[in-house]
């Protein structure tokens, strides 16, 4: 994620804001103003946004004082001119009471806001880095703008306040949420890492004018399709006014694949990951200590394999033991200066790359315009985002949440950088809920019974998919893996090699397995259900958008020297040449081991499941005849071209913003 978010609590760790947080992570000087730390340390000073500073006097774009910023975040949620409020209050003879209650904005709280941090793709912040003037000045704009509409996104769709006994109602803030945003050039390695710091006040002003506390959980909640709705804007800024493309990168095998702007050396990815080398190394450290450790009568503690939740938790504690000291911050010319010196001397990438890295990028993006058609087809997308979720949570059961979050990660797979039409991601979950999913809900309090918090499970089995595979068993060469009981000792290594190049034991990710449900069941639907769609969708041809150009069109296979093709008369049977194809692509399965004997498994297995899926779409659908063609709404059968503008979205709808 590209979006992280933290707490704030008035006391120590506001202090800790205000020390070194407000002046570009630095250490400010005591007693030094917060505008004079700014300046020395060559980053901007803060700015306010959000709707709701009209309320409070404030305007957006306005600088942050340190004063204010005291009052609403230090002194437990107090209005930013609660200084001016209380001294008018008893210049006009009202009680010391009086006065400070007048300058309170509802409740004191001990939560006074949260930090939500945007940071754009390395690829996007290397241009930043490497670029001229101009190049900048364009991606802090789209930066900007992108962290605006998600704000929007937060005020509209997510912040709730509580009110009433135990929170029972729950309301949005009309009037909209106040934030300062603080901007950052570095990492703690030094490398350059454009990141903005948005501290956002849990004060919001309800209808009748009280004010009352943000509903912080919500906000965690939403947090990945927040990150997702930032990277898909923040790319589509930068590819439209730059006349760059994405394309999707595989960072860790097994896992989903990442956008980045094409053309950009991975090389110089890697020269920033400085940090992640890091932690990884510590990790692998870390997981051979995990599957190894015994307590005080020699049994294991934990399992003899590192999950996927144990792995996030020791994460974690790599990055903090191996958490650098803050360095002191230094003006973004400089920075800039040293960051291309740096890359042309260590990144092992020519120097001519480097400084025309943006010529680099345009004519990659050249190549990939002329190959890919960047349509969304809403139906299709919706049998990838459902069946996706479905694996990726853990008993097939999900909120809306998690459809938006990879509604908008697949819009941003496919559109390779284009605008899309506002709403389309909003459109593609509710295909997918009305479509492929079903409403399980047993709302207990007055929150379940609300749209956000229903629950949902697909309505197609995927039990027949092969199940989550066995923790593989320990090899019988010790040198490469750590020893099969914990007891024992250490294994004996190779020379030279250290413990962080041990194979550990891993429960496999489960994304491998959702690439190929989506496949399998978008083929199965297309195979069984022509009539009701209208018209058949070729699934190769579809897949082929969010494929690199180097890897479009993949050659047919020869019937001759192939034994996979499908027999004549079973058309429920899975298409094996399109599956090759998803095999073949590395953009989403690129960790898959989809072999032959694996292929004709699934084929014999979804001939089963297609027949039911076809009972059951017609059971839902209400038709007393099977064979019925079921009409679906004219969205279902729409494609959608961002170049041009869909008739039903009013007026406001486009490609523009």
Not at 53 to 72: D, H, I, K, S, Y
Not at 338 to 353: E, L, M, P, Y
Not at 544 to 560: C, H, R, T, V
Not at 587 to 599: F, H, N
């Amino acid at each position: 994620m590209t979006v992280d978010i933290r707490v704030i609590r008035a006391g120590q760790m506001y202090r800790y804001y205000l020390r070194e947080t407000v002046v570009g992570d630095g250490r400010r000087p005591a007693r030094t103003p917060l505008r004079a730390a700014q300046e020395q340390a060559g980053v901007p000073v803060g700015r306010w946004m959000g709707r709701g500073l009209a309320v409070l006097g404030l305007a957006p774009g306005e600088e942050v004082t340190e004063a204010q910023l005291r009052n609403l975040f230090g002194e437990r949620g107090r209005h930013p001119y609660a200084d001016r409020i209380e001294a008018d209050r008893l210049a006009q003879g009202d009680s010391p009471k009086k006065a400070f209650k007048a300058g309170a904005l509802g409740r004191r709280v001990t939560v006074t806001g949260v930090d939500f941090v945007f940071r754009p793709q390395p690829t996007i912040y290397l241009l930043w880095a490497f670029g001229d003037e101009e190049t900048r000045q364009v991606i802090e704009a789209a930066h900007e703008y992108a962290i605006e509409r998600v704000l929007e996104w937060i005020e509209d769709e997510v912040a709730v306040i509580r009110y009433g006994k135990n929170g029972i109602y729950r309301v949005r803030p009309p009037g909209g949420l106040v934030a300062a945003r603080f901007r950052h050039y570095e990492a703690r390695s030094g490398r350059p890492l454009l990141h903005d710091h948005l501290l956002l006040s849990v004060k919001g002003q309800r209808l009748d004018g009280k004010w009352g506390s943000i509903h912080t959980t919500a906000l965690h909640e939403n947090t990945v399709a927040a990150s997702a709705l930032y990277n898909e804007l923040v790319a589509a800024e930068v590819c439209e006014a730059l006349g760059l493309a994405t394309e999707p990168r595989t960072v860790t095998p097994g896992r989903r694949p990442v956008m980045e702007i094409a053309g950009v050396p991975h090389e110089l990815i890697r020269w920033t990951s400085r940090r992640s080398d890091q932690i990884a190394a510590c990790l692998t450290e870390l997981e051979h200590e995990y599957v190894t450790a015994v307590d005080d009568d020699g049994e294991p503690r934990f399992l003899p394999v590192v999950s996927e939740r144990a792995r996030a938790k020791l994460n974690q504690i790599a990055a903090r033991k191996t958490r650098p000291p803050k360095r002191s911050a230094r003006p973004l010319v400089q920075l800039r200066a040293w960051w291309k010196a740096s890359a042309i001397r260590t990144s092992g990438v020519a120097a001519d790359v480097i400084t025309s890295l943006l010529e680099y990028a345009r004519a990659a993006a050249v190549v990939i315009r002329a190959r890919v058609a960047t349509v969304v087809d809403v139906a299709l997308a919706a049998v990838d985002v459902a069946a996706t979720v479905f694996v990726m949570n853990d008993g097939g059961r999900f909120h809306r949440r998690h459809l938006l979050a990879e509604a908008r990660r697949h819009l941003a797979l496919v559109l390779r950088g284009c605008r899309r039409v506002p709403g389309l991601d909003e459109q593609v979950v509710a295909t997918a809920i009305s479509t492929h999913c079903l409403d399980i809900s047993e709302p207990k309090t007055v929150r379940g019974l609300e749209a956000g918090y229903r629950l949902y499970t697909a309505r197609w089995s995927l039990s027949d998919l092969p199940a989550r595979r066995r923790p593989p068993t320990p090899a019988l060469d010790p040198d490469r893996h750590p020893p099969a009981d914990p007891r024992d000792p250490a294994a004996h290594r190779l020379p030279g090699q250290d413990a962080g190049e041990w194979e550990i034991p891993r429960i496999p990710l489960q994304y491998d397995r959702a690439v190929l449900a989506s496949a399998v069941v978008r083929e199965k639907l297309r195979t069984t259900a022509t009539a009701v769609r209208g018209r058949a969708h070729d699934v190769v041809v579809h897949q082929q958008a969010a494929m690199p150009e180097q890897l479009l069109a993949p050659e047919p296979a020869d019937p001759e020297h192939d034994d996979q093709e499908q027999k004549p008369g079973r058309h429920e049977a899975l298409d094996l040449t399109a599956l090759r194809a998803l095999r073949e692509s590395r953009t989403d399965v690129e960790a898959l081991d989809v072999t032959a004997e694996r292929l004709r498994h699934l084929q014999d297995a979804f001939t089963a499941a297609a027949d039911r899926a076809h009972a059951t779409l017609h059971r839902y659908a209400g038709q007393d005849d099977a064979g019925a063609a079921r009409p679906m709404r004219q969205d279902d059968q729409r494609t959608h071209d961002p170049q041009q503008q869909d008739p039903h979205q009013g007026p406001q709808a486009g490609p523009g913003r």
